[in-house]
């Protein structure tokens, strides 16, 4: 905000333009016989980068504590500062305005300096800091998989206010980490997560949620093709209604176990020590425990075919 005052000649108290700055108040100011500008800018807008968020140093002429003396003397004062210069200028759409258009690729401290038109050699300064935000990194978690009735908490970073779309099975749409329940199965629901920042500029994530109508369950493929297609080149586990795999074994004909994990979504490519294997039959074996912490197991057979 900037508000303007002048020197009253029959006035002798001089006031530090700092002081008028910070009281808020129009500050009657010695400067001989000349009309000095106060410069006040009270605000520090935060824009984001990578947005349309621009924002205008405007400058008002505003008194809210002046005495009614000095509010007539605000209307001609007005008048007193005709030039204006903003640094640094290289950002700003016009530095020579009293409301450019601020444009900025890092946090800026800008200068408004305002010169009279009565030959006061003594011009008045402030300052505003227009604040950049970092990107918005939106984050709705990875796709995963359910089972009906399995409460599924789900987690989103990024910002300060988000918007989950639809809002389907979710306890609340506009909080980070509503908790999914689904009383239906479904091949998946596809929800839109929007992520907002303090300069309300938004960024967006999707998260996929497949529903089984099944009980808890570790499902693993009866054969892969590890031929760097970019198709069933992973043998996986497809773990739904657990809460934690403890691990994914994978044994050769001769029993030695050649791949082990405990992580979901990890799992074995078709070699050892990076030398592809041939064709062949692999025993598997998977254990986890349920969302109820109820052990589960399961083993089987796989084929390796190239």
Do not use: H
């Not at 300064?125 to 399995?150: C, E, F, M, Y």
């Not at 300060?160 to 998946?188: F, R």
């Not at 598997?284 to 084929?303: C, I, L, P, R, S």
Request: hydrophobic fraction near 40%; glycine fraction near 6%.
């Amino acid at each position: 905000m900037v508000s303007e005052g002048f020197n009253n000649s029959e006035s002798s108290e001089f006031v530090n333009p700092t002081n008028a700055i910070s009281s808020g108040i129009l500050m009657l100011l010695n400067c001989s016989i000349f009309k000095q500008p106060v410069v006040s800018l009270s605000f520090n807008p935060k824009i984001a980068s990578g947005c349309n968020c621009n924002k205008s140093l405007t400058a008002f002429s505003v008194s809210s504590k002046a005495s009614p003396p000095c509010s007539q003397i605000l209307t001609r004062a007005k008048s007193f500062a005709i030039f204006f210069k903003w640094t640094p200028a290289i950002s700003l759409t016009n530095a020579n305005l009293l409301n450019p258009v601020a444009k900025p690729a890092s946090s800026t401290a800008y200068v408004l300096t305002a010169f009279d038109s009565e030959g006061c050699p003594k011009p008045s300064r402030d300052t505003v800091v227009v604040t950049v935000l970092p990107d918005i990194k939106a984050s709705a978690g990875r796709d995963t998989a359910v089972i009906i009735n399995q409460p599924l908490q789900l987690s989103a970073t990024g910002g300060i206010k988000y918007l989950w779309t639809p809002a389907v099975g979710l306890s609340a749409a506009n909080i980070p980490n509503p908790i999914a329940l689904y009383n239906t199965g479904s091949n998946g629901i596809q929800y839109k997560l929007l992520v907002y920042n303090e300069a309300s500029c938004v960024d967006s994530a999707f998260l996929t949620i497949k529903v089984f109508n099944t009980g808890p369950s570790i499902f693993v493929p009866t054969a892969f093709t590890p031929n760097s297609d970019g198709k069933n080149d992973i043998l996986k586990p497809i773990v739904v209604g657990m809460k934690r795999l403890e691990y994914f074994n994978i044994y050769n004909r001769w029993g030695q176990r050649i791949y082990t994990t405990s992580t979901t979504g990890q799992g074995w490519n078709g070699t050892i020590r990076g030398l592809p294997q041939a064709p062949g039959t692999f025993v598997w074996m998977v254990k986890g425990f349920d969302y109820n912490n109820k052990a589960y197991f399961e083993k089987g057979t796989v084929t390796l075919i190239r």
